[in-house]
Structure formats: structure tokens, C-alpha cells
């Protein structure tokens, strides 16, 4: 069973991969980061050709993550180029976000091993039924953003305060320093929101006398300092610039300066009644039911509770700077689920109960099988670049302007097929295009300043090759009529109650000779 659980986990967290290779904007800096780290290595002689250079974005990210990526990914790479299972740039990205997806996937496993030795084996069942049966977690585990990065340590100290027995009051010691050392690591390389969740479970953690105020202190600073040389020194070589500490950076140029809010702001209970029920869906009324029927639910939900009370006074506000506590809710709403299920069937009450369960994990999958499927059609960038490389891929001396909507909807670097670099064990059958990124061409630049061949752009008067749809909206096809004829409608017409539609979004055009 618990393998057939940690299968699933992972399963799930792949199926998201496969079903969208895909990347968007925000994924993009660790994405080409891992690029640049797998073709061209670390070496100073390199860097120069490194992809953020050109585009650095508003603000300095860590390497660490990108680099310990690349180095996982390097012999899987090589292991599945010699199986015939990797032979284009493609195939590279898509195995590199399966790295990412089976590193969080291993997190949560080690989560889904604490939850049935504190609270049970069927617990355990239910918090995996319900993060596989969610959206937004296992679709982004395998998408490299700063909190994707971050999700993997989080996780790995959440393990370590939870793994214990069903009523012991007190973790090992040497599993409390390894949670606030690795929570103190994450704030300090990978995103400093997380500052916000170690402070709660630390003053927790002091008051249940888990651990000493001196030695909290101690671990503070010993695994700060660390975490602060080396961030500093490998982004500071990176990046060409010293000193350079990039978490610090973005909380300077986020917080003390304010350009966050160059983004947007919401209001200061978005989190809770916005982002949250979005994350959790069917598992927030489950986690209120937990916490109301276990106390040690109770005491674990405390401190992400806090986390994002804190982090709402911030203006603004995205759903994956509080993507960290959504398992710790899971464990919770699986406490209520079970709660649910293990009522006497013999009786009305736990009749209702076990089908309201079902009810809401039948409800969670719907969601997410809607969701996943509008994402895929969400990245026309992607698509189209993949379509204008297979369709010119026997030609030479190809020069393809890639416009702005293109490049922020998945025409990563890995899609760039037919230009070097490559890895050693993969080729391409010409070599010699050009994929041009420029930004701010107008469209007579794009006629006579830059020698191109072909365009994917949103608009443009050259010969029309092709059309790539992308993701519009959901369109209800409810049938009308009184109730007689909405009877007579045939059961598969009703599998089609909610329609996607799409329209063209980007165009692949060519030159016209």
C-alpha cells in the first residue's frame, strides 16, 4: 500500500508534466538557467554566453537551484538518450522538469510517511487522494519557479517536525535542528517569504519546549551564515557582480522599495478567501473538520495559519508565495476525511458522511481534469515553436523573429531545435538557424533592419503558414427546452455540457520572395 500511495504521488506529478511541456514567463529564469548550466557548464570561460545576460528580469535569482537541477539531470539525460528515450532539446526540457517533479514528489511521499505513523495509515491514503485529486500543487511541482525550488526543503523540514509517533509530544532533536536549519537555508537562497512560516513554528516550537532558545539561536546563525557565503559566492560569480545575495536584493527592490506592487495589489484577505480555497479546493472545509476533531491537527495548523496572516500584510499577493503550507493543510483535511468515512455505515449519518467525502474528491478531480485541460492549451508559444521547427527542419539558414507573447508562453530555449548548443548525445539535422528574441521591433524593423525568413507573432502582413490556437474560455451548452425535452437529450451530449474554446493567438509567418 504505501508503495502503491508514493507511485501514485509521483504519477500524478508526471502525468502534469507530460500533458503540458510547456513553460510560461516566470518559469523562465531557473528554466534557461538549468539550460545554460547543462550545455555550456559552469566554467568562467562560458558565462558570457549564458542566457541572463540578455535577459536578467526585474531582478537577480540564485543559481543553486538551477545548477544542483542540471547536475541531477545531467546522467538522466544520459541514461535516457542511450534508451532512445531523449534525442531533441525538447525531450531535455521535458526530462528536466520531471527531475523537479520527482524531487517535490519525494518530498511529499516523506509527508505521506510522517502522516501515517502520526495519524494512520488510512489518513495517509486520504492526504494522498486528495493532493493527487488537486490542481494547482501537482501542476506546478514540476515548473521551475523560485518556489517550486523552495518547495523541496520546505517539505523535507515539515518531515522532519512531524515524524513521530500518534501521541508523542516531542520530535528528536536532531530532527528539530534539521527543520529550522533547512527552513533557514530556503528564506535565505531561495525565497524569503519563508521567513514568515520559520518565525511561527519557532516560537512553537519554543513554547511546546522543543527546543532551547539558545540552540534555536545557534542553528539560526550557523545555517544562516553558511546559506549567506554560499549564495553569495556562487551567485556573486554568476551574476559578475560583488557582493551579491539575490533573496536580499528582491526583498530591497520588493518590500523596501515597493515595486512589488508594480504588479498589482489585492486586498489583505485575498489570501484567505481567494488564493487558499483555490490551492486547496475540496480540502479546506475538510481541514476545518480536522482541526475541529483532533487537537494535534489543531497544534499543526497553527503556524501556517499565522504565515499567511503575516504574509497578507503585504500588498502584493500571488497563490505560490503561500504554495508551502498547502501539504500541511492536506494533512489536516485528510484527518477530517477520514473522520468522514470511519462513521458507522449502519446509520443515515454515516451513510451521508462517507459520500460527502467522495463527493468532494469526485468534485476535486472535475475541477482539476477541467483545469489541466484548458492548460494545455495555454502556451501557444510553445506549440507554435515546436510546429515551426518540425515543419522547417530540413531547411537551412532559417531566421525566425520569436515575438514577445511567444517567448512568454513557452518558446523556451530548449525549443530552440536547430541551433547550437547542444548536449554531447544529441543532434539535429541542420544546425545553422537563427532564433532572434529581440524585443521592441517595429514592424518595419522586422522587414528591413534584421535579415529574418520567418515570424511567430501575434499579427503581421507576411505569408500566412500556419495558425496556433491557444486557451480562450470555458462555454456552458446547456440544453434548453422544459424538463421533457432536456430528458431526451442522449447521455453523451451531456459529456459536452462544458465546451473549451480556443482561437488563433499566434501566427507563423514567412517572407514573402
Known amino acids: 500500500m504505501s508503495f502503491a500511495m508514493d507511485l501514485l504521488l509521483l504519477a500524478t506529478s508526471w502525468a502534469h508534466v507530460l500533458l503540458a511541456p510547456y513553460t510560461k514567463v516566470e518559469e523562465s529564469f531557473n528554466l534557461h538557467a538549468t539550460h545554460d548550466v547543462l550545455m555550456y557548464g559552469v566554467g568562467g570561460n562560458n558565462l558570457h554566453k549564458f542566457d541572463h545576460n540578455t535577459f536578467s528580469g526585474a531582478v537577480p535569482r540564485t543559481f543553486i537551484g538551477s545548477i544542483l537541477l542540471a547536475w541531477l539531470t545531467s546522467p538522466v539525460a544520459y541514461v535516457a538518450s542511450q534508451w532512445g528515450l531523449l ?16 524531487l517535490n514528489a519525494t518530498g511529499l511521499m516523506l509527508i505521506r510517511r510522517a502522516v501515517c505513523r502520526r495519524f494512520g495509515r488510512p489518513t495517509g491514503l486520504m492526504y494522498v487522494l486528495l493532493i493527487c485529486s488537486q490542481f494547482h500543487l501537482p501542476f506546478w511541482m514540476g515548473r521551475t519557479l523560485p518556489n517550486m525550488f523552495a518547495l523541496f526543503p520546505v517539505n523535507l523540514a515539515f518531515y522532519a517536525l512531524y515524524d513521530r509517533a500518534p501521541h508523542s509530544q516531542y520530535p528528536a532533536r536532531r530532527s528539530v535542528d534539521v527543520a529550522f536549519a533547512l527552513l533557514t537555508f530556503t528564506a535565505v537562497v531561495f525565497r524569503s517569504e519563508v521567513v514568515l512560516l520559520l518565525a511561527p513554528l519557532a516560537i512553537q516550537a519554543l513554547l511546546l519546549r522543543h527546543i532551547s532558545f539558545m540552540r534555536l539561536i545557534r542553528i539560526g546563525v550557523l545555517s544562516g551564515v553558511l546559506s549567506i ?3 553569495v559566492t556562487i551567485d556573486s560569480y554568476m551574476w559578475n557582480q ?20 508594480d504588479w498589482g495589489t489585492s486586498p489583505v484577505h485575498a489570501y484567505f478567501l481567494s488564493h487558499l480555497p483555490k490551492l486547496l479546493l475540496g480540502s479546506l472545509p475538510l481541514a476545518v473538520l480536522g482541526a475541529i476533531s483532533d ?10 495559519v499565522l504565515f499567511i496572516a503575516l504574509i497578507s500584510c503585504l500588498g502584493h499577493k500571488e497563490w505560490r508565495f503561500i504554495i508551502y503550507v ?21 446509520g443515515l ?14 468534485l476535486n478531480c472535475a475541477i482539476t481534469i477541467v483545469s489541466t485541460r484548458a492548460s494545455m492549451a495555454n502556451y501557444p508559444g510553445g506549440s507554435a515553436l515546436s510546429t515551426f521547427n518540425d515543419q522547417y527542419a530540413d531547411q537551412h539558414a532559417v531566421q525566425v523573429h520569436i515575438s514577445n507573447l511567444a ?54 502582413r507576411w505569408k500566412l503558414v500556419d495558425s496556433v490556437q491557444g486557451f480562450s474560455r470555458w462555454k456552458w451548452n446547456i440544453p434548453r427546452g422544459g424538463i421533457a425535452k432536456v430528458l431526451e437529450v442522449p447521455l453523451h451530449q451531456w459529456l459536452n455540457v462544458l465546451e473549451m474554446e480556443t482561437n488563433d493567438q499566434l501566427y507563423i509567418l514567412e517572407r514573402v520572395k
Open 229 to 231: 557565503v554560499s549564495t
Open 87 to 102: 534525442s531533441t532539446k525538447l525531450d531535455l526540457q521535458i526530462a528536466v522538469r520531471l527531475v523537479l517533479a520527482t
Open 349 to 362: 449519518f454515516g451513510r451521508i458522511m462517507f459520500l460527502a467525502a467522495m463527493g468532494i474528491l469526485a
Open 407 to 460: 517567448a512568454q508562453t513557452g518558446a523556451s530555449l530548449f525549443l530552440h531545435s536547430h541551433s547550437p548548443p547542444y548536449i554531447p548525445s544529441m543532434t539535429a539535422a541542420t544546425n545553422d538557424w537563427v532564433y532572434n528574441k529581440t524585443e521592441n521591433l517595429s514592424p518595419r524593423d522586422l522587414t528591413t533592419s534584421i535579415p529574418l525568413t520567418h515570424l511567430i507573432s501575434e499579427t503581421g
Open 242 to 261: 560583488w557582493p551579491l545575495w539575490p533573496e536580499m536584493y528582491g526583498i530591497y527592490f520588493n518590500v523596501y522599495q515597493g515595486k512589488s506592487s
Open 295 to 304: 487537537k494535534r491537527v489543531r497544534a499543526l495548523m497553527l503556524p501556517p
Open 326 to 346: 498547502v501539504p500541511l493543510f492536506n494533512i489536516a483535511a485528510a484527518r477530517g476525511a477520514w473522520w468522514m468515512v470511519s462513521r458507522r455505515k449502519g
